[in-house]
């Protein structure tokens, strides 16, 4: 796991230099080079693939239990395809320079978790 550019924080806004404003941050960003592996962090199906207009190419996976993982800013097409089961350590894309709202930080990959739709620090699953 590489180095956390921009922590979790929902409850407090954070300046994202990009946008030049001051925003909520539902995920984690990682520092990675361009090509890196994207891998799901856990077993699951994957309910969509979407070029998101901020946050660029953007794989969700659903792990049940009313969890969801976000991978954004990949590079556009991914390995995967919608409704593909996918296991964890798989590779499901790689880090790109997709998302707009975050340029100013250069490759990474934005990483969020969600349970019953609302975001949860994703820092709490990955450093267990």
């Given at each position: 796991q590489g180095?956390v550019?921009?922590a979790?924080?929902?409850d407090?806004?954070l300046?994202?230099?990009?946008?030049?404003?001051?925003r909520?941050?539902?995920g984690?960003?990682?520092a990675a080079?361009?090509?890196d592996?994207?891998?799901?962090a856990c077993?699951?199906?994957?309910?969509s693939?979407?070029d998101?207009?901020?946050?660029?190419?953007?794989?969700?996976?659903?792990?049940?239990?009313g969890?969801q993982t976000?991978?954004?800013?990949?590079q556009?097409?991914?390995?995967?395809?919608?409704g593909?089961?996918?296991?964890?350590?798989?590779?499901?894309?790689t880090?790109g320079?997709?998302?707009?709202?975050?340029s100013?930080?250069?490759?990474?990959?934005?990483?969020?978790?969600t349970?019953?739709?609302?975001?949860?620090?994703?820092?709490?699953?990955l450093?267990d």
């Amino acid at each position: 796991q590489g180095e956390v550019l921009t922590a979790f924080s929902v409850d407090q806004l954070l300046y994202n230099e990009t946008l030049d404003d001051w925003r909520t941050h539902d995920g984690v960003d990682i520092a990675a080079a361009e090509g890196d592996a994207v891998l799901a962090a856990c077993a699951g199906t994957v309910s969509s693939i979407t070029d998101d207009p901020l946050m660029g190419t953007t794989v969700v996976l659903e792990h049940g239990n009313g969890y969801q993982t976000t991978y954004a800013n990949l590079q556009q097409t991914p390995p995967v395809a919608q409704g593909d089961s996918v296991t964890a350590g798989q590779i499901i894309g790689t880090v790109g320079t997709t998302a707009s709202a975050e340029s100013a930080q250069g490759p990474h990959l934005h990483f969020s978790v969600t349970k019953d739709g609302d975001a949860v620090d994703p820092d709490t699953y990955l450093n267990d």
